[in-house]
């Protein structure tokens, strides 16, 4: 395998697709440099036209200059990463110098404490620090997704370029319910990934929603505000207990593949914390405020959040339905591991089979046509004493 | 479609439904939310200005319509109003509880809030409390209806405190007013008592009983009266001769007491009854509590203390031995033939030889014309609440003013 610890052939532009450089490119482009360049430029119009203050449409420039800077060097860091193949090196340096300086783009844009002042001064006191260093989470599962994604997907790389031996099939006779949960059937990218967008989805945005709340409520110095805030308080606590576990059974939803036990057992468990988690975040179903004096507002929405529960339960159904549906799928094809790549070849392999059969149907039908018209032809011709052959 | 994809069509058919759910949750949770945001729900209380108060057999009920507007999507369903009464404390009193209303979408609807107090319900001494003297309950109200299909339910509870009454007050004796008759086999004493009574309890029956007593002897009457805004009734008490000449001799020690009873509690005045000594014949008056009631306008003067225009105006008066110390409110009525008039309220304490004197003030107008001509004006003084009046009119010689 290789030539060393890095291979510098895998830079080779043997590798190189461009067309795939471009799809990633074009995704970075827009992720990184158009959207925030567009953002702070309807920011700026928005500003202009209300006759705002000087010191935001000052900070907008700056940052507009941070997007533009930044923007088109992970376009280009993108461009290569998406035109060399999965689990090569040369991918994966690009994909990790990408993800890092994402952290590093997303913390310039701070201005070195500048925005926070500036928010601080035209709205109230906000600390983007903190919600920075939540952002630090997910961005650090980003660039160890980059690991995943070159350990996933180094083996089927160097088979297909015949520097490995092609990996037997796994006989499904030997294979038993348990065996389900064996490491080398996980996908760490796709662990990853799930275990990431959970994290983000039920304690990461949720936390910035409440850091927000806080601190647009306690720059009200209202007292009446106390009680609220106590509560999300306890909320945030709230979705730290539950969330952090989510976000561990996501990781091991998304590392099994589908039709896995090892997937099926976590995503159930991930349900069940899930219809518990919007049960206590929707507070179960009560609101009561009586932060005004001798008035209480009651709202009772339990048979709403049933309505939404029942909903999510059904996700209970539907990863049941999965593990059936996609079991004899992944057994028949030697239990491999869920990559995309695999999916799409298995799926074009499939497609090949069924055209495949279609043309060997065709093939005897034609045969069977013919066979039958050259019958036809022969009982027609008359014999030499003219009577029927 | 190969055999593999018709496999997992009920995997999507269970991502759909589960996608379905919840766009129907975020649809119904939107288009419940938009209404309120819109103005699409609303509240129109001019019907709560217009409150009724009726009183129904013991149950006082304040009725206030108001008109709930819902242009929203979804129904209104189960609304109502209800109410807690409470004591300082506390306590619960009494509840009220409205119907339930349902209020459609595309359209008004009058709601009818009945606030109901049932006397009964009180105890006695709160209920006498609130009747004969007014007081403030405390009260929570709560409103709850159901939206949305029924999935939510709102309940809105305020707290407040709320006066009621007095309904009847101001019961009072006019022992001073009271007459002695002799009807040949029979005496009376018929002592004027008066009250008032809310709107709410016009028309409805209250019993009076008027006591006389003198020493030992005791005797009395009631009467069933209707209430009204104002009432002036007359307890004709039959008393003895013995008791009729100690009254008329002025030997008497006599008091009378009008105790009235409106729902099964009661309130009293009392008085007592002196008989001048004379008398004699077909019967006596038993004094005026305020004698010589007179303006003495020789002493009356000018004043402009160099921001108002005033004029003072003494009068005098003498008491009966029987009212001295007591309070008496005299109202002061002041007019010119310009069409200038003022009148101003004195409370004074009741004793003999009293000298009293009032700053009228007057406008500019009033003063000038004083001031730069002879001029006749008019002053009247009344003592309530007996209504004794003394007018005096007097041609002013007060010339130019200091």
Same mark, same amino acid.
């Given at each position: 395998?290789?030539?060393?610890?890095?291979?510098?052939? $895998?830079?080779? *532009?043997?590798?190189?697709?461009?067309?795939?450089?471009?799809?990633?490119?074009?995704?970075?482009?827009?992720?990184?440099?158009?959207?925030?360049?567009?953002?702070?430029?309807?920011?700026?119009?928005?500003?202009?036209?209300?006759?705002?203050?000087?010191?935001?449409?000052?900070?907008?420039? $700056?940052?507009? #200059?941070?997007?533009?800077?930044?923007?088109?060097?992970?376009?280009?860091?993108?461009?290569?990463?998406?035109?060399?193949?999965?689990?090569?090196?040369?991918?994966?340096?690009?994909?990790?110098?990408?993800? =890092?300086?994402?952290?590093?783009?997303?913390?310039?844009?701070?201005?070195?404490?500048?925005?926070?002042?500036?928010?601080? *001064?035209?709205?109230?006191?906000?600390?983007?620090?903190?919600?920075?260093?939540?952002?630090?989470?997910?961005?650090?599962?980003?660039?160890?997704?980059?690991?995943?994604?070159?350990?996933?997907?180094?083996?089927?790389?160097?088979?297909?370029? &015949?520097?490995?031996? =092609?990996?037997?099939?796994?006989?499904?006779?030997?294979?038993?319910?348990?065996?389900?949960?064996?490491?080398?059937?996980?996908?760490?990218?796709?662990?990853?990934?799930?275990?990431?967008? #959970?994290?983000?989805?039920?304690?990461?945005?949720?936390?910035?929603?409440?850091?927000?709340?806080?601190?647009?409520?306690?720059?009200?110095?209202?007292?009446? =505000?106390?009680?609220?805030?106590?509560?999300?308080?306890?909320?945030?606590?709230?979705?730290?207990?539950?969330?952090?576990?989510?976000?561990?059974?996501?990781?091991? *939803?998304?590392?099994?593949?589908?039709?896995?036990?090892?997937?099926?057992?976590?995503?159930?468990?991930?349900?069940?914390?899930?219809?518990?988690?919007?049960?206590?975040?929707?507070?179960?179903?009560?609101?009561?405020?009586?932060?005004?004096?001798?008035?209480?507002?009651?709202?009772?929405?339990?048979?709403?959040?049933?309505?939404?529960?029942?909903? #999510?339960?059904?996700?209970?159904?539907?990863?049941?339905?999965?593990?059936?549906?996609?079991?004899?799928?992944?057994?028949?094809?030697?239990?491999?591991?869920?990559?995309?790549?695999?999916?799409?070849?298995?799926?074009?392999?499939?497609?090949?089979?069924?055209?495949?059969?279609?043309?060997?149907?065709?093939?005897?039908?034609?045969?069977?046509?013919?066979?039958?018209?050259?019958?036809?032809?022969?009982?027609?011709?008359? #014999?030499?004493? &003219?009577?029927?052959? | 479609?190969?055999?593999?994809?018709?496999?997992?069509?009920?995997?999507?058919?269970?991502?759909?439904?589960?996608?379905?759910?919840?766009?129907?949750?975020?649809?119904?949770?939107?288009?419940?939310?938009?209404?309120?945001?819109?103005?699409?729900?609303?509240?129109?209380?001019?019907?709560?200005?217009?409150?009724?108060?009726?009183?129904?057999?013991?149950?006082?009920?304040?009725?206030? !319509?108001?008109?709930?507007?819902?242009?929203?999507?979804?129904?209104?369903?189960?609304?109502?109003?209800?109410?807690?009464? +409470?004591?300082?404390?506390?306590?619960?009193?009494?509840?009220?509880?409205?119907?339930?209303?349902?209020? !459609?979408?595309?359209?008004?609807?009058?709601?009818?809030?009945?606030?109901?107090?049932?006397?009964?319900?009180?105890?006695?001494?709160?209920?006498?409390?609130?009747?004969?003297?007014?007081?403030?309950?405390?009260?929570?109200?709560?409103?709850?209806?159901?939206?949305?299909?029924?999935?939510?339910?709102?309940?809105?509870?305020?707290?407040?405190? +709320?006066?009621?009454?007095?309904?009847?007050?101001?019961?009072?004796?006019?022992?001073?007013?009271?007459?002695? /008759?002799?009807?040949?086999?029979?005496?009376?004493?018929?002592?004027?008592?008066?009250?008032?009574?809310?709107?709410?309890?016009?028309?409805?029956?209250?019993?009076?009983?008027?006591?006389?007593?003198?020493?030992?002897?005791?005797?009395?009457?009631?009467? /069933?009266?209707?209430?009204?805004?104002?009432?002036?009734?007359?307890?004709?008490?039959?008393?003895?001769?013995?008791?009729?000449?100690?009254?008329?001799?002025?030997?008497?020690?006599?008091?009378?007491? /009008?105790?009235?009873?409106?729902?099964?509690?009661? /309130?009293?005045?009392?008085?007592?009854?002196?008989?001048?000594?004379?008398?004699?014949?077909?019967?006596?008056?038993?004094?005026?509590?305020?004698?010589?009631?007179?303006?003495?306008?020789?002493?009356?003067?000018?004043?402009?203390?160099?921001?108002?225009?005033?004029?003072?105006?003494?009068? @005098?008066?003498?008491?009966?031995?029987?009212?001295?110390?007591?309070?008496?409110?005299?109202?002061?009525?002041?007019?010119?033939?310009?069409?200038?008039?003022?009148?101003?309220?004195?409370?004074?304490?009741?004793?003999?030889?009293?000298?009293?004197?009032?700053?009228?003030?007057?406008?500019?107008?009033?003063?000038?014309?004083?001031?730069?001509?002879?001029?006749?004006?008019?002053?009247?003084?009344?003592?309530?609440?007996?209504?004794?009046?003394?007018?005096?009119?007097? @041609?002013? !010689?007060?010339?130019?003013?200091?």
């Amino acid at each position: 395998m290789g030539g060393g610890p890095v291979n510098i052939g $895998e830079f080779d *532009k043997k590798y190189f697709s461009f067309p795939k450089g471009a799809v990633t490119a074009t995704v970075h482009a827009l992720k990184y440099l158009a959207i925030p360049y567009v953002l702070f430029t309807v920011g700026l119009i928005v500003l202009t036209g209300q006759d705002g203050p000087q010191r935001v449409a000052d900070l907008l420039i $700056e940052l507009q #200059t941070v997007g533009l800077i930044f923007g088109i060097v992970l376009t280009a860091l993108g461009f290569f990463k998406g035109a060399y193949p999965k689990g090569s090196y040369s991918r994966f340096l690009f994909g990790l110098t990408a993800s =890092v300086l994402v952290i590093v783009y997303v913390f310039s844009m701070l201005l070195q404490g500048r925005v926070q002042d500036v928010i601080a *001064k035209e709205a109230f006191e906000l600390d983007l620090y903190l919600i920075f260093t939540l952002y630090f989470i997910p961005a650090i599962l980003a660039v160890l997704m980059q690991f995943g994604e070159f350990a996933d997907h180094r083996r089927p790389f160097l088979e297909k370029e &015949g520097k490995l031996q =092609v990996k037997e099939k796994e006989d499904p006779q030997d294979h038993r319910f348990y065996h389900d949960f064996r490491i080398r059937y996980g996908s760490l990218f796709n662990g990853l990934k799930l275990g990431r967008s #959970t994290l983000t989805g039920f304690v990461l945005l949720p936390m910035v929603v409440i850091i927000i709340l806080k601190a647009g409520m306690s720059s009200l110095d209202v007292q009446e =505000v106390d009680s609220a805030l106590s509560k999300l308080d306890d909320v945030s606590s709230l979705l730290i207990m539950l969330g952090v576990p989510m976000a561990a059974l996501a990781f091991f *939803k998304g590392f099994y593949p589908k039709g896995s036990f090892s997937r099926f057992l976590p995503s159930v468990i991930m349900v069940l914390i899930s219809l518990y988690w919007i049960w206590t975040v929707g507070l179960g179903g009560k609101f009561v405020f009586d932060a005004i004096e001798d008035v209480s507002i009651d709202l009772d929405f339990s048979k709403l959040l049933l309505l939404l529960m029942v909903g #999510t339960g059904l996700w209970i159904v539907y990863y049941a339905l999965e593990l059936l549906l996609y079991r004899p799928e992944w057994k028949k094809g030697g239990f491999p591991k869920d990559l995309l790549e695999e999916r799409k070849a298995r799926k074009e392999a499939q497609r090949k089979a069924k055209e495949e059969r279609k043309a060997a149907k065709e093939k005897a039908k034609e045969d069977k046509k013919a066979a039958k018209e050259k019958k036809k032809a022969d009982a027609e011709t008359p #014999t030499q004493d &003219g009577k029927e052959p | 479609m190969s055999l593999l994809s018709f496999m997992k069509l009920p995997l999507v058919a269970t991502r759909l439904i589960i996608i379905a759910f919840k766009l129907m949750v975020v649809a119904i949770v939107v288009l419940s939310i938009v209404p309120l945001l819109t103005g699409g729900i609303g509240l129109d209380l001019d019907g709560a200005d217009n409150a009724d108060m009726t009183m129904d057999d013991g149950t006082i009920r304040i009725d206030m !319509p108001i008109t709930v507007r819902n242009e929203g999507f979804f129904d209104i369903n189960d609304l109502q109003v209800s109410f807690t009464f +409470m004591d300082e404390n506390g306590t619960l009193l009494a509840e009220s509880e409205g119907e339930q209303v349902d209020i !459609p979408v595309g359209g008004e609807t009058e709601v009818p809030i009945a606030l109901e107090l049932d006397l009964y319900d009180l105890d006695r001494p709160t209920r006498s409390d609130l009747i004969f003297n007014g007081t403030d309950l405390k009260f929570d109200v709560k409103v709850s209806a159901k939206y949305t299909m029924d999935l939510v339910k709102l309940s809105v509870e305020a707290g407040s405190d +709320m006066s009621w009454g007095p309904f009847v007050n101001d019961l009072q004796v006019q022992e001073w007013n009271a007459q002695v /008759t002799d009807e040949g086999d029979e005496q009376f004493v018929s002592v004027p008592f008066s009250f008032r009574a809310d709107d709410a309890f016009n028309g409805l029956q209250a019993v009076t009983v008027t006591d006389y007593r003198d020493g030992n002897y005791t005797s009395n009457v009631t009467q /069933t009266v209707h209430m009204s805004s104002q009432v002036n009734e007359m307890a004709k008490i039959p008393i003895s001769q013995e008791a009729y000449d100690r009254l008329m001799s002025g030997t008497a020690n006599a008091t009378v007491r /009008t105790t009235l009873y409106v729902f099964d509690c009661s /309130t009293y005045d009392d008085g007592n009854l002196n008989m001048g000594g004379g008398g004699g014949g077909g019967g006596g008056g038993i004094g005026q509590p305020v004698k010589d009631l007179q303006p003495q306008m020789a002493g009356s003067f000018l004043a402009f203390d160099g921001l108002n225009y005033n004029v003072v105006v003494p009068y @005098s008066y003498n008491t009966s031995p029987a009212y001295q110390g007591q309070e008496a409110h005299m109202l002061i009525e002041y007019w010119d033939d310009y069409g200038f008039n003022v009148s101003i309220w004195q409370t004074v304490y009741l004793w003999d030889n009293s000298w009293q004197q009032v700053w009228l003030p007057l406008s500019p107008e009033a003063y000038d014309h004083v001031t730069n001509g002879n001029e006749v004006v008019h002053v009247r003084v009344t003592a309530f609440p007996w209504i004794i009046l003394a007018e005096q009119t007097y @041609s002013e !010689p007060w010339g130019a003013g200091p």
